[in-house]
C-alpha cells in the first residue's frame, strides 16, 4: 500500500486526518521513509488529498511540509497553480508581491511554522519602512493586496496539505481610508471632449465617458460586440498588457463583468461616424473591415496600448485644464452623473458590471446626500401634493 487515512478522534483536531505515504527506501541506510500530512474536513477529501500526493510524488513535484519554506511554497504556487489557473496579469501581479516584498522578509520561514503574528508584524514594518529618512513605506491599499495574495496562496498550500489551516483567516488586513474621486461635471465633460475632438483618441474617451466602461474592457472591443441597430454594446473580453509588452485577451473576472451596456443617442451615432471613417481609412488601403476587427486601434490598426492611452488621457486632461482627472474617473464620472440624476443604483451596477450593488454604493456613497435631499423631497411631493390640491380646490 503506498498511501492510508487514519482518522484523528481527539477534540482539538475534531474533523481531521492523518494522512501517510511511503516515499520508498533510503539510499544510505535502507530503511523505510514515510511522509505524514494532517488535514482537515471530510473522508472523501482526505482521500482526494491522498490521491494528489501520490501524484505529485509520480510526477516529481511533491514537497515536504516540514522542510518546505514559504518561498518554496510561493514559487512552486506561482509556476504551478496561479500560470495554469489565473490571468496572467493577476499572476504577475502575485508574483511581483511575492518576490519584491513577502519573500525577502518572509520567505526563510518553514511554511509550517508560519504564524499569525509572524504575517501582523510583516504588515506594520512594510507600512512604517522608511519613515525615518523621509520616505513612507506602503500604503495601507497597497498591503491590502499583499494581504489578498498572500491569503490566496496559503488556501492552497490547506489544499495541498502544506498547512492545516490558513494563519492569513485570523488576520485583519489594514485599514484604509477610500482615496477622494475626483470627476467631471457637465460642463467639464463638454470641454474636455472638445480639446479630444482633433485627435484619434476622441471616440474612445468618449464612450468611456457615456458608457462607465473600464479601460480594459474598451480596448478589447470589436464591432461584433456593437449593436448599432439596437444601441447596444456587449462586454464579454478585456485587454491587458504584460510586463514583456506582449498583449493577452482576457474573458471578464467576475459573471457580472460580462454583460450588455445601453447606448445613448450620442454614443451611438459617435460609434456610427467612427466606423464610417475606418472603413473610408481601409478602403483606402485596399481592405476591408471586418466584424472582429478591433472598433479602437493605433495608425496601422494595431490594439492600442493601455498605458499610451491613459497618457493620452493625461495629457489631454492637463490641456483642459482638468489636471488629475484620470481615465479611470471617466468611469466615477459616469456613475455620479447617472445617481445625481434619479438612475437606480442597480442599473448603475449593472452598466457598470460591478459584482455586487454593494460595492457600487460603497464607492459612490459620496453621492448619497444629494441623493438623500432629492428622495425627502419627492416624500413631500407625492403625500403633500395632493393634500393641498384638495385643500385649496374646496
Known amino acids: 500500500m503506498r498511501g492510508h487515512i487514519v482518522k484523528r478522534y481527539s477534540t482539538r483536531y475534531k474533523n481531521s486526518w492523518t494522512i501517510t505515504i511511503e516515499m520508498g527506501k533510503d539510499p544510505a541506510t535502507g530503511k523505510r521513509k514515510q511522509q505524514t500530512v494532517s488535514v482537515k474536513g471530510t473522508k472523501k477529501q482526505a482521500e482526494q488529498r491522498l490521491e494528489e ?9 511533491f514537497m515536504r511540509p516540514g522542510k518546505t519554506t514559504l518561498a518554496a511554497f510561493l514559487e512552486k504556487y506561482i509556476h504551478d497553480y ?7 496579469r493577476t499572476t504577475e501581479g502575485y508574483e511581483s508581491i511575492f518576490t519584491q516584498h513577502i519573500i525577502p522578509k518572509l520567505g526563510s520561514i518553514p511554511i509550517m511554522q508560519l504564524r499569525p503574528e509572524h504575517i501582523q508584524q510583516y504588515y ?81 474617451f468618449y464612450l468611456a465617458l457615456f458608457t462607465g466602461m473600464r479601460r480594459s474592457e474598451l480596448l478589447a472591443l470589436r464591432w461584433s460586440d456593437v449593436d448599432l441597430y439596437l444601441c447596444q454594446i456587449s462586454v464579454n473580453r478585456t485587454l491587458h498588457c504584460l510586463k514583456d509588452r506582449s498583449l493577452v485577451f482576457r474573458a471578464p473576472k467576475t459573471a457580472k463583468g460580462r454583460r450588455t451596456v445601453a447606448l445613448s443617442p ?10 464610417e471613417k475606418q472603413e473610408t481609412d481601409k478602403l483606402l488601403a485596399g481592405s ?36 488629475g482627472i484620470r481615465l479611470h474617473d471617466a468611469r466615477h464620472t459616469h456613475a455620479s452623473i447617472m445617481l ?13 458590471g460591478h459584482a455586487s450593488i454593494q460595492t457600487t454604493l460603497d464607492v459612490y456613497s459620496h453621492v448619497a446626500p444629494g441623493l438623500q435631499e432629492k428622495a425627502a423631497e419627492s416624500f413631500d411631493s407625492a403625500v403633500l401634493a395632493p393634500h393641498r390640491q384638495e385643500t385649496y380646490s374646496n
Do not use: C
Not at 82 to 88: D, G, W
Not at 163 to 188: A, C, K, T
Not at 340 to 352: A, D, M, S
Open 340 to 352: 445625481k440624476q434619479g438612475v437606480h443604483p442597480k442599473i448603475v451596477q449593472e452598466r457598470l
Open 82 to 88: 496561479a500560470r495554469p489557473n489565473l490571468s496572467p
Open 53 to 61: 500526493m501520490l501524484h505529485a510524488l509520480d510526477t516529481g513535484t
Open 124 to 204: 506594520s514594518e512594510t507600512m512604517a519602512s522608511g519613515r525615518s529618512n523621509g520616505k513612507g513605506g506602503l500604503t495601507a491599499h497597497t498591503v491590502r493586496h499583499h494581504h489578498m495574495a498572500l491569503h490566496r496562496a496559503l488556501e492552497i498550500a490547506v489544499k495541498w496539505g502544506l498547512l492545516i489551516r490558513n494563519p492569513v483567516d485570523v488576520i485583519d488586513p489594514p485599514r484604509f481610508q477610500r482615496v477622494e474621486m475626483h470627476v467631471m461635471n457637465e460642463d467639464n465633460i463638454n470641454h474636455f471632449l472638445e480639446t479630444a475632438r482633433p485627435t484619434r483618441y476622441y471616440p474612445l
Open 266 to 275: 450620442s454614443a451611438a451615432i459617435m460609434l456610427r461616424q467612427h466606423k
Open 288 to 323: 476591408q473591415i471586418k466584424e472582429s476587427d478591433l472598433v479602437f486601434t493605433d495608425i496601422e490598426g494595431k490594439p492600442m496600448l493601455p498605458d499610451t492611452i491613459s497618457r493620452g488621457w493625461a495629457n489631454l486632461a492637463v490641456k483642459a485644464g482638468l489636471k
